[in-house]
T-cell receptor
């Protein structure tokens, strides 16, 4: 079945860049997502990328996709304490259809 | 305001006592699903529904039931809860629009079964 893997924890200093990595196994993945979960809250969509794209930039966020290696990364520039959260990578073959989530990466931003 | 509302937010119950967690969305979404979140395991899908009266098992359906009698509601039923169902539960809804595939999540229900 589909599998999405992430490292569990990342710690960075405020103002540095954060890079959160994700690998997935399903070659039919069409939609690849990054969701953010703040403490005590549900997940919120940060950004997504279609599998026919290599990169997507949205303000401080840059998503890179290496389809050959099935590797997705999320770069957060100028990381702030408000970015401290759990970040989930997710993939889906068809958008609203079954979405498979990774284990989540807890980002800790040190002031 | 677009919302997915779950109730209750917190629940402590005893083994074997039937319970229902409600989920309601106001976006007229066709697709709804239930997930459980456990440390180190991420989100795992329990059940999903493509539309009214259409439901199917996700990855971890054992011990759970769902129903979809109306488009806006998708309750999760635990007929005989056990301690291994202690978890954080999320309901989500998604449009079928292939260009608008964001999943909207509820605030979560933290369930403890003793």
């Amino acid at each position: 079945g589909e599998d999405v893997e992430q490292s569990l924890f990342l710690s960075v200093r405020e103002g540095d860049s954060s890079v959160i990595n994700c690998t997935y196994t399903d070659s039919s993945s069409t939609y690849l997502y990054w969701y953010k979960q703040e403490p005590g809250a549900g997940l919120q969509l940060l950004t997504y990328i279609f599998s026919n794209m290599d990169m997507k930039q949205d303000q401080r966020l840059t998503v890179l996709l290496n389809k050959k290696d099935k590797h997705l990364s999320l770069r957060i520039a100028d990381t702030q304490t408000g970015d401290s959260a759990i970040y989930f990578c997710a993939e889906s073959p068809g958008g609203y259809q079954k979405v498979t989530f990774g284990t989540g990466t807890k980002l800790q931003v040190i002031p | 305001e677009a919302q997915v509302t779950q109730n209750p937010r917190y629940l402590i119950t005893v083994t074997g006592k039937k319970l229902t967690v409600t989920c309601s969305q106001n976006m007229n979404h066709e697709y709804m699903s239930w997930y459980r979140q456990d440390p180190g395991l991420g989100l795992r899908q329990i059940y999903y529904s493509m539309n009214v009266e259409v439901t199917d098992k996700g990855d971890v359906p054992e011990g759970y039931k769902v129903s979809r009698k109306e488009k806006r509601n998708f309750p999760l039923i635990l007929e005989s809860p056990s301690p291994n169902q202690t978890s954080l539960y999320f309901c989500a809804s998604t449009s079928r629009d292939r260009f608008n595939t964001e999943a909207f999540f509820g605030q979560g229900t933290r369930l403890t079964v003793v």
